[in-house]
């Protein structure tokens, strides 16, 4: 069969792909490995308590804000419930609890109560995140494309911490939202810092009925503009002429399906080896595939009975003295005394007297290498062990700091083979592939490929988070309808 574009993966950003060209009468097909739509924006049940897989908050999502105006310019509206305004964010630091508020201005008074001593450095900081982003077009969509300058793709989180900050207990502190795109601050590009952060700072949400009703809402669009939308669609390899351009794919059924531009919505590495021999550059093909993942996760589901009140609608995370060292060094899994960072998210949308709690550590595949080869539910006894060890560690590091998660009816987890066998995502890495300065736009995997015709997108190719994914699908996609037309339209969105 013959289509003008294929997307491949039905995660936010192949959603947003398909949902663009087929408003603009492209025939598309959209494929998806598994049975649901959706990737890290599923929903899942435990006894009838819901779960977001992945997307728990969003930022910018108020009436006329730029995760709202690309929705608008999508036709999706969601109903979203503000969380909470005075402190989104619980910090348990080791100097006591600190609750961080919307609003760049307050958020800079937050900080400064807790630490006078840096008031200056911390209002300059402030002031820098709002900088970077306006340099960044397709997320501040104000003024025009070419006037903006570059954000920095070298400038580290730790070099403008180092310039603004003294006291070493404040700028680990600061570095938070790494817990949000898991890259140590001396890696992290303070661009991507900054767009996170600023996002939430405008203004944090959770979604209604969860990520799942954008997915929803999207499907229907790209059916109902005569694009096909295929579940249990998994593609194992691509098709590629004498010229060097995609022609086609194939799928595990062993069907052919034919495009002449092919959108590439998954791991970029796993694209790399769906190319036949030689259809790319060697140093392409090797610089990809030697491209590190980003970290992975732990996550527990809890079931909790109990009227969770002041602690709804904020994200509680639990940071003690060498948090940072202990998440990206991975130490503490051999040192059982050991504390390390755990990240409880209660966005509080559980109707009745169940509310599901979901316990969140950043951590690396390696201690799971041992069971690389098995499926879900065939793990055995070893990995079921290491398993129920380090997500009981994440427990009694939850009761310590004195999270509400007692009293607990059930409990269930996921480890990075979960999210690996989950998303398709190299190492079950939970944003991607790792968006440290030294893999960030042409040092990295971006949209363009040297195969003709085969894009790539998703949150590996640009930032992580909802909005990453949104805006990595955007820019792929305006290869075809143009970034000054896309922008122009998003700006009067
Ligand atoms: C635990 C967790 C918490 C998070 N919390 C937040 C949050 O609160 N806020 C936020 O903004 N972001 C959050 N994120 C990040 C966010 O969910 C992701 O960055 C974003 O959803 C990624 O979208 P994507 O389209 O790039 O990729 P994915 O969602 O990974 O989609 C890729 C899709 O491709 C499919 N696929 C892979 N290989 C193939 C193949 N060969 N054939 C066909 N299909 C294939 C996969 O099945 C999947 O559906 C979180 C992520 C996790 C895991």
Known sequence: MTFDALIIGAGISGLVAARLLSREGLRVALLEQHQALGGYLQRFSIRATPFDAGVHYVGALGE???????????????????????????????????????????YARAWIARFPHEAEGLRRYVEAIEAEVARFPMYSLEGSLSERGQPSTTRTLASVLDGLISDPALKEALAYPALLYFVHPRQAPFTLHAFVLDSYLRGAYTLDGGGVTLVEALAGQIRAAGGRVEVGAEVVSLEVDTARRVEGLRLADGRRLRAPLIIAALDPKRVVRMLPPGAARPAYTRRVLGLTEGLSALSGYLRVEADLGD??????HVLPRGWLDALFGGGWLDDPRATFPVTALLPGYAEGLIQ?????????????????????????????????????????????????????????????LTYRDYSGNSGGAVYGLRHGVDQIGGRGASARTPVGGLRLTGHSTLFPGLLGAIISAYYTCAEVLGLERLYGELRRA
């Open 64 to 106: 006329g804000q730029i995760l709202h105006r690309y929705l608008r310019h999508l036709g999706v509206t969601l109903r979203a419930r503000p969380m909470r305004p005075d402190g989104f964010e619980a910090l348990y630091l080791p100097s006591g609890r600190l609750d961080l508020p919307w609003g760049h201005q307050a």
């Open 311 to 316: 602690a709804l609608g904020r994200n509680h």
């Open 356 to 416: 599901p709690v979901h316990l969140f550590t950043g951590i690396s595949a390696a201690p799971f290498a041992a069971f690389e080869g098995t499926r879900t539910g065939r793990r055995g006894e070893g990995y079921r062990r290491l398993k129920h060890k380090l997500l009981q560690r994440q427990l009694d590091a939850a009761r310590a700091a004195g999270l509400p998660v007692d009293p607990l009816r059930s409990s269930h987890g996921a480890t990075p």
